[in-house]
């Protein structure tokens, strides 16, 4: 920066530290909400932290790609619903979800697969409760056919959507266009069921009887693809009788929230599911196969419908499906065809077509909150996971022990930078204090950056963060360590202090910068190949050792050199150089002996 012979301008690097200073607490006060604090993360303000396992159809490890692609789909739909300083990183075949604050009640649901299918109604029944499941001959005064749910219908969206009142499901209604028999009243008496290892299939001559409780889901491997084998040749076949047993058999299994077909389902083919009737309830339902799916969907979005009062999703489909959705409605809304909207397998709404639908504009009603709302409109807009996820760990911490954590990371910052004070102010006297300023200088700028980080990148500050800048504090006083002991040299080798600040400094900054460079280098290395909180840690750290350098070369530096010209300041009293300066004088006594 300057040799001892070059003119030194202090006032000019204080000036410039000065305008950087002012000008990140101008753009801390007057841009975004005003407020100067930084971001905090879940460990300090609470939150929820979720780890979401992938899992595959054969059980086999999922690849990097689908997992980069997951990781890159759900951080999509965590900034869609507005969540910040949310993180989504990979950690080995898990993804793990962070979202500080109060949001994260909206974070548990992000790893659903999003495959979304619309598929006609076939027939629905209410749900039996658990405690009593369905036998083989349950469900037989089920009504059949087709069933609109009252008070759902799929309308276009605009200020007319909703006002018709749903007509009660007619006596005699027009057979859907499907491949299937009519349905009689009382299912046909099935034959005994067959062993387990002799599932049915569409070809079989007899309906078999599916268990009332299929096994419980394994949880990978090749049990988990036999499982899954086993519910599509039961809960997708084409055999009208398979059908109706299966039906019979999943209203007993639809308060059970595990469902293995879940985001697996074909949609070439019927399906058995369930889903929330328009009361709230549980239904199990037939469908036909898909007509539309998820993939022509272009755009998405939630809100309130005010005249109903009810929330609604929003979609607008591709052209493709928009034509087809057109078609569709056009031919099946006199009949009052009941159609579902099924999301991982599982039926989100089954309104009753009321009108055409042109434009490749619609609506899904249901029973929808706001959050569970805009979380499927984020769901449908950004696309269909690659792989399907089951939450394995899901950790909430409270605000009060988030409150709790941070006091404790301030207490021990605090008594750190008091260590290091104390030991400057008593070894090193009017340098000490000088160390004390510039530590001031340096904690009112990392203060600053932080809030702005927060706002503009959404930087959430965490426990192992705090621990970077406790570290950082060392490392700055690490720096003015070496130049002051730069300056004992010179004075041991006779100079006096005036002249040995600036020798002193032109030897130290390159030691300074070489120490720091270490550091900084550690620092990324440490950021690029962690993850999760460790990321916090390096980047606080490498943050505080560039800010270290800024405030030696523009702090530190020209306030000892003004101490230098002062000569009070330059007196042994003030700056505890006595001891060095007299055995300075004694070597020149012994070299004139």
Request: hydrophobic share 40%.
């Amino acid at each position: 920066m300057a040799s001892p012979s070059a003119p030194v301008h202090p006032m000019r690097y204080l000036a410039a530290f000065l305008v950087l200073l002012i000008g990140a607490y101008l753009l801390v006060f007057l841009t975004g909400d005003k407020q100067p604090k930084p971001k905090l993360g879940i460990d300090l303000q609470g939150g929820t932290r979720v780890t979401l396992t992938a899992r595959t159809p054969d059980g086999s490890k999922p690849t990097k790609e689908a997992l980069t692609q997951a990781q890159q789909i759900i951080n999509a739909r965590v900034n869609g619903l507005g969540v910040s300083g949310s993180e989504v990183i990979i950690d080995g075949d898990n993804l793990v979800i962070t979202v500080p604050g109060n949001d994260g009640s909206e974070a548990r649901n992000l790893g659903q697969t999003a495959k979304l299918y619309i598929r006609p109604v076939v027939q629905a029944v209410p749900a039996q409760p658990k405690e009593s499941p369905a036998g083989p001959g349950a469900g037989a005064g089920a009504p059949q056919g087709r069933q609109p749910a009252p008070g759902t219908e799929a309308t276009p969206p605009g200020p007319g959507a909703g006002k018709s009142t749903p007509p009660a499901a007619p006596p005699s209604p027009k057979p859907q266009p499907r491949p299937y028999p009519a349905q009689t009243t009382t299912p046909p008496t099935p034959p005994p069921p067959p062993p387990a290892t002799q599932p049915a299939t569409p070809n079989a001559t007899a309906a078999p009887a599916p268990p009332a409780d299929l096994p419980p889901k394994p949880g990978s491997g090749e049990e988990r693809k036999q499982l899954i084998d086993f519910e599509k040749q039961i809960r997708q076949s084409e055999d009208p009788r398979i059908q109706m047993l299966a039906l019979q058999v999943q209203s007993s299994r639809c308060y059970d929230p595990d469902d293995p077909l879940a985001g697996n389902d074909d949609p070439n083919l019927p399906l058995v599911t369930c889903g929330d009737d328009s009361q709230g309830g549980k239904a199990a339902y037939l469908l036909d196969k898909s007509i539309i799916s998820g993939e022509e969907i272009k755009d998405a979005s939630s809100g309130l419908d005010q005249q109903r009062g009810i929330y609604v999703v929003s979609m607008e489909f591709k052209p493709t499906g928009a034509k087809v959705w057109a078609d569709y409605t056009s031919a099946h809304w006199q009949q009052g065809t009941q159609t579902a909207f099924t999301l991982d397998s599982k039926v989100i709404s089954a309104p009753a077509i009321r009108e055409p639908i042109p434009g490749g504009k619609t609506e899904i009603s249901g029973q929808f909150t706001s959050a569970s709302a805009k979380q499927l409109a984020a769901a449908l807009k950004y696309g269909s996971l690659p792989l399907s996820f089951e939450s394995s760990d899901a950790e909430t911490v409270s605000a009060t022990l988030g409150l709790t954590s941070l006091k404790a990371g301030l207490i021990a910052g605090g008594i750190g930078l008091a260590i290091v004070l104390l030991y400057s102010l008593i070894y090193y006297r009017v340098l000490g204090l000088l160390t004390a300023l510039s530590l001031v200088a340096s904690g009112a700028m990392v203060f600053a950056i932080l809030v702005l980080l927060g706002r503009y990148i959404s930087y959430t500050l965490d426990l192992a963060g705090i621990a970077g800048l406790i570290i950082g504090i060392g490392t700055t006083a690490d720096s003015f360590v070496v130049f002051f002991e730069r300056i004992k040299d010179e004075i041991r080798e006779g100079r006096s202090y005036r002249s040995a600040v600036p020798r002193g400094w032109a030897r130290a900054r390159k030691t300074i910068l070489s120490g720091n460079a270490v550091t900084l280098l550690a620092a990324v290395v440490l950021y690029v190949l962690a993850i999760g909180q460790v990321k916090g840690f390096a980047f606080t750290l490498g943050l505080t050792t560039i800010l270290d350098v800024v405030v030696v070369f523009l702090v530190t530096w020209p306030l000892v050199y003004l101490s230098s010209k002062s000569a009070t300041l330059s007196k042994p009293a003030y700056n505890g150089l006595g001891a060095v300066q007299q055995i300075a004088r004694e070597r020149k006594a012994a070299a004139h002996a």
